[in-house]
């Protein structure tokens, strides 16, 4: 080193020298020393205290016993316990009178968002607003097949739609059309029951159709189509269409029928959460 | 290569500083300014402010749990945050205008680093005696029963003062009469336990033994200030030019005419940082100012004008060299740099002033549920859903009314109630989805959007306030 300059306690600089300004070499403060030894120390401890080190099968598991799924497991068994209470609270309340308790209406609506997100937006989708070409239904207007009060809602939820896991299952089955009636007579009814919601495009048709549709259809649809939510009939006269209002879907779901499904829950979800799901539901927008 | 035999160890030990009782005018300023700022910071948690039942009564409450930050009559929401960033743009600010202005006069009065510090060495003193006493302890080898007492004593007093510090900490994020109940029967949250732990570490830590340790090495700020000053930025600087050459001194011949300086080292023996100020500027000076009531005092008593360490700027070396007057402290204050600073930090505070008081007590957000963007109802009408948060910052409940304007077909219909009121509980917010319908045929229903406004009132206090969003219709698809 060329530069031998000294300050006045002795040290040189660097060597560095960038346009002019050199750098003392002063020394470090000895406890910075001490502080990087310390973190060194820290890091080995650590890694002995927690789980770190790869091994063939697993890693190290440390001497605290850490785990991430074992915090995982206490704190979904602290919420569990915190909700404990005001499940149970929810669990045997009367669904009607819930609305009054702002409190726990408050809790099933939360609880049962999460629920319907997890257990129900396969099908209905994360917005309730159901799969009209799959024929989900939309959970939001205010047309219910199996009725939309709370409890009628909540029974639907707990038992399902044709299944054969629950003999409580809401159970309807229109037949299929093609084998009884002829094409002709099919495309009658289907203008004939377009023209219940004023959609109709074949007047002659209609007329036609009004004798096929009171011979087969009125049963279970009524007279004037407004459908029966005791046998899961639909509403035939309003402007909401499960699979889809126009002719060529109305004439396919009158030759073949449809056989929409959904599983009970029964099993799968506690009571309270049977119930939030159903408030929750409820409390869309459609709710009766 | 350097020569080995005269290479100086890569590491060196800390210089112990014993600085010595010394009393004057800014000694006696940093004396108010720690009992002020100190006793702010431990009473404040204290004051107890009326807000209604059920709401905290602390005057100043950092309320996480609650997201709520009580000030006195001010109350932020978490939404309101840009109060704390204004704060924070202000204190960066002041912290610019204060160092152009008067040098690092933050860290020689006002940085807790220096207030505390300066507690500890006064109560260093007041148990172990002044300096001469001190050093005495100090190269005392081995122990007796005499410094192994006044170690303790002072140990045990400085862990007091650290524990208060960080026991005043916590009671700024709790109910502090209810937390130091709690703290005392061991049953407060480990969270204060720990807060506490490690702010009575630190400052035992960083007051009694790290001291300007911290400043040389852990602070930013001394570096940063570098930037900041320039030749007309108060400091604090020794008088060479009359001071030298000192008494003493070996290279000043018998006889020759001597400056003020008579080398008694009462401004090195008082310093905290433990330098020579005569040495001109330093990293190390935190601008405490000691130094200049130390020298007062000698010229005092030898007689000589006072101010031989000085308030004073780069500039007025040349000026005073030059044989003119010194310029006064305003003169250097009182510059471009400084207005422009102080000028800049009065928008941002009257800003802040002045949306505070805009501030309405009905606020509302609206968030339009796009998922679906509208739904078909039985009877061929529309309907759009939004979440609408109310937010009522009243401190008692109210009834707030909503309504929409717009297209005349729109129908409002709140959720799980038949009117178009809702209650709002005190201090809090309330998620109400409302449902805007439209008939089947109506414009807004058959367009693609249309515009829709939202107004909230607070019933019987006459707050209004609105908020634009859209209705989707049937065009959309």
């Known amino acids: 080193m060329s530069n031998q300059k000294k300050n006045e306690d002795g040290y040189g600089t660097t060597g560095h020298e960038w346009d002019g300004i050199e750098e003392w070499n002063n020394p470090l403060p000895r406890w910075w020393l001490w502080t990087f030894y310390l973190t060194i120390i820290w890091g080995v401890g650590y890694t002995i205290a927690y789980p770190a080190w790869p091994l063939i099968s697993q890693a190290t598991g440390g001497l605290l016993g850490y785990s991430t799924r074992a915090e995982l497991a206490e704190d979904l068994e602290a919420a569990r316990l915190a909700n404990a209470g005001i499940d149970e609270r929810l669990a045997t309340v009367d669904l009607a009178a819930v609305s009054d308790d702002a409190e726990l209406l408050q809790y099933a609506n939360s609880m049962g968002a999460s629920v319907f997100r997890t257990y129900c937006s396969q099908c209905h989708g994360s917005g309730a607003a159901g799969v009209q070409a799959a024929g989900y239904p939309n959970l939001l207007d205010d047309a219910w097949l199996w009725g939309g009060t709370v409890d009628e809602i909540q029974y639907t939820v707990r038992h399902g739609i044709r299944n054969e896991d629950d003999p409580d299952a809401r159970w309807s089955e229109m037949p299929a059309f093609g084998e009884i009636l002829t094409e002709e007579e099919i495309a009658q009814t289907v203008n004939y029951v377009m023209s219940l919601s004023g959609n109709a495009t074949d007047p002659a048709l209609v007329e036609a159709g009004e004798t096929v549709y009171l011979d087969n259809c009125a049963a279970c649809h009524g007279d004037e189509g407004l459908g029966d939510i005791y046998q899961g009939a639909p509403n035939l006269a309003d402007a909401i269409w499960l699979y889809g209002g126009d002719v060529e879907t109305l004439t396919e779901t009158v030759t073949y029928s449809r056989f929409g499904v959904m599983p009970p829950w029964s099993e799968r979800l506690s009571e309270a959460e049977i119930r939030g799901v159903a408030l929750y539901v409820h409390g869309l927008g459609g709710g009766e | ?477």
């Open chain 2, 1 to 477: 290569m350097s020569d080995q035999s005269t290479t100086p160890s890569l590491y060196a030990a800390r210089e112990p500083i014993f600085p010595r009782r010394v009393s004057g005018k800014f000694r006696s300023l940093k004396w108010v300014i720690l009992f002020v700022t100190l006793g702010i910071y431990y009473a404040l948690p204290w004051i107890r402010w009326d807000r209604g039942p059920g709401i905290p009564d602390q005057a100043v409450l950092l309320d996480l749990a609650g997201r709520r930050f009580y000030f006195f009559w001010i109350e932020i929401w978490p939404h309101e945050f840009y109060f704390v960033a204004g704060l924070l743009v202000m204190a960066g600010l002041g912290l610019f205008l204060f160092t152009s202005a008067l040098g690092r006069v933050w860290c020689g009065y006002a940085c807790p680093q220096t207030v505390w510090t300066d507690l500890y060495i006064a109560v260093e003193r007041w148990v172990e005696g002044d300096r001469n006493a001190r050093l005495r302890l100090h190269r005392q080898k081995g122990w007796d029963l005499r410094k192994a007492r006044l170690r303790i004593t002072k140990w045990t007093l400085w862990l007091l003062i650290g524990l208060a510090t960080g026991g005043a900490w916590v009671f700024y994020f709790a109910d502090a009469p209810t937390l130091f109940r709690d703290l005392i029967t061991l049953q407060a949250h480990p969270v204060a336990y720990t807060t506490m732990a490690i702010l009575t570490g630190t400052t035992f830590l960083f007051g009694g033994f790290a001291r300007e340790q911290i400043c040389n090495y852990a602070c930013p700020w001394p570096r940063i200030q570098a930037a900041m000053m320039d030749e007309h930025t108060l400091t604090v600087a020794y008088r060479s030019w009359r001071g030298e050459p000192r008494k003493h001194s070996e290279e000043v011949d018998e006889g020759a005419e001597m400056g003020d300086c008579i080398d008694c080292m009462a401004c090195v023996n008082v310093c905290p940082a433990g330098i020579d100020i005569r040495d001109g500027q330093q990293l190390e000076c935190i601008t405490c100012a000691l130094c200049i009531d130390a020298c007062d005092d000698v010229m005092e008593k030898i007689g000589k004008p006072r101010g031989l360490i000085d308030y004073m700027a780069l500039t007025d070396e040349d000026a005073e060299r030059a044989g003119n007057p010194p310029r006064s402290v305003w003169s250097h204050v009182f510059r471009p740099r400084v207005i422009l600073y102080t000028a800049l930090w009065s928008v941002v505070g009257l800003a802040l002033v002045f949306a505070l008081f805009i501030r309405s007590d009905v606020e509302f957000t609206v968030a339009p549920v796009r998922n679906p963007t509208f739904v078909t109802l039985s009877d061929g009408s529309i309907r759009n859903t939004y979440d609408i948060r109310l937010r009522n910052k009243d401190f008692e409940g109210r009834t707030m009314r909503v309504t929409v304007h717009g297209d005349p077909s729109y129908r409002v219909q709140l959720e799980g109630s038949a009117y178009e009121s809702v209650a709002v509980p005190p201090n809090s917010t309330l998620l109400q989805r409302v449902y805007v319908v439209a008939p089947r045929g109506s414009g807004p229903a058959e367009a693609d959007t249309t515009s829709l406004r939202f107004w909230v009132e607070g019933l019987g206090g006459g707050d209004r306030s609105y908020h634009d969003t859209t209705f989707n219709g049937r065009g959309a698809q």
